[in-house]
T-cell receptor
Framework: AQSVTQLGSHVSVSEGALVLLRCNYS??????LFWYVQYPNQGLQLLLKYTTGATLVKGINGFEAEFKKSETSFHLTKPSAHMSDAAEYFCAVSVDQAGTALIFGKGTTLSVSS | DAGVIQSPRHEVTEMGQEVTLRCKPISGHDYLFWYRQTMMRGLELLIYFNNNVPIDDSGMPEDRFSAKMPNASFSTLKIQPSEPRDSAVYFCASSLTPKNYGYTFGSGTRLTVV
C-alpha cells in the first residue's frame, strides 16, 4: 500500500535561511509525487510535481524538490526563506499507476522568523 | 477562470440534520475529488469522479455519506444524518489530467456538527 511520511510536523527557520522539508514515501507502483502549500483558511495550491524524467524539479516561489528512488524520498528545499513562505506544506503520492488519486502526508508547518 | 467553487464556506448544523456541500469544478476538468481534512487524520480522499462517473468511493466513511455528480459542472456531498465526528473541512478539487497537472483545490467548507 502507498504511504507518505513527512518528518517533522513543525519546522522553524530564520528569514534568509535554507528551508528543508522532508518527505518519504512508500509505493508499489512508479510514483507520481507532489508538493502542495496551504495558507490559512485556503485550499491547497500545487508547488511542484515529479512524474518522469529529470529528478530535480523546480516549482513556484523558488522551491525545488529532488526525487531519490533509492532513498524513497522527495524532499522540498528553498535556498532562502521569505516571511511569505510561512504556511503548511503537504507531500502527496499517487496510489495508482495512472497517477489519478493521491494520498497526502500529515503536513509540515513552516514558520519563518525575522 | 474563477477556480473551483465550493459552497457554503462555513456550515454549522445540529446532530442528526442533513448536510449538503456543493462544488463547481473548473470548466473542462474531467476529474473531481472530494477530500476531508481533520487534525487527527489529515487529508483523506473520500471519492472521485471521472467524466461524472464515480470511480472510487472506498474512502467514504459510512453509508451516511453520499456523493453525486449530475453533470460536468456540479457535484454534491451529502451527509445524512450528520454526527459531531463529521466536523471537518471538506475540500473539492478538480483536474484535467492529475498526473500532469495535479489538482486545483477549492477553498473548502468548514463543517461543524453540534
Amino acid at each position: 500500500a502507498q504511504s507518505v511520511t513527512q518528518l517533522g510536523s513543525h519546522v522553524s527557520v530564520s528569514e534568509g535561511a535554507l528551508v528543508l522539508l522532508r518527505c518519504n514515501y512508500s509505493s508499489s507502483v512508479p510514483p507520481y509525487l507532489f508538493w502542495y502549500v496551504q495558507y490559512p483558511n485556503q485550499g491547497l495550491q500545487l508547488l511542484l510535481k515529479y512524474t518522469t524524467g529529470a529528478t530535480l524539479v523546480k516549482g513556484i516561489n523558488g522551491f525545488e524538490a529532488e526525487f531519490k528512488k533509492s532513498e524513497t524520498s522527495f524532499h522540498l528545499t528553498k535556498p532562502s526563506a521569505h516571511m511569505s513562505d510561512a504556511a503548511e506544506y503537504f507531500c502527496a503520492v499517487s496510489v495508482d499507476q495512472a497517477g489519478t488519486a493521491l494520498i497526502f502526508g500529515k503536513g509540515t508547518t513552516l514558520s519563518v522568523s525575522s | 477562470d474563477a477556480g473551483v467553487i465550493q459552497s457554503p464556506r462555513h456550515e454549522v448544523t445540529e446532530m442528526g440534520q442533513e448536510v449538503t456541500l456543493r462544488c463547481k469544478p473548473i470548466s473542462g476538468h474531467d476529474y473531481l475529488f472530494w477530500y476531508r481534512q481533520t487534525m487527527m487524520r489529515g487529508l483523506e480522499l473520500l471519492i472521485y469522479f471521472n467524466n461524472n462517473v464515480p470511480i472510487d468511493d472506498s474512502g467514504m466513511p459510512e453509508d451516511r455519506f453520499s456523493a453525486k455528480m449530475p453533470n460536468a459542472s456540479f457535484s454534491t456531498l451529502k451527509i445524512q444524518p450528520s454526527e459531531p465526528r463529521d466536523s471537518a473541512v471538506y475540500f473539492c478539487a478538480s483536474s484535467l489530467t492529475p498526473k500532469n497537472y495535479g489538482y486545483t483545490f477549492g477553498s473548502g467548507t468548514r463543517l461543524t456538527v453540534v
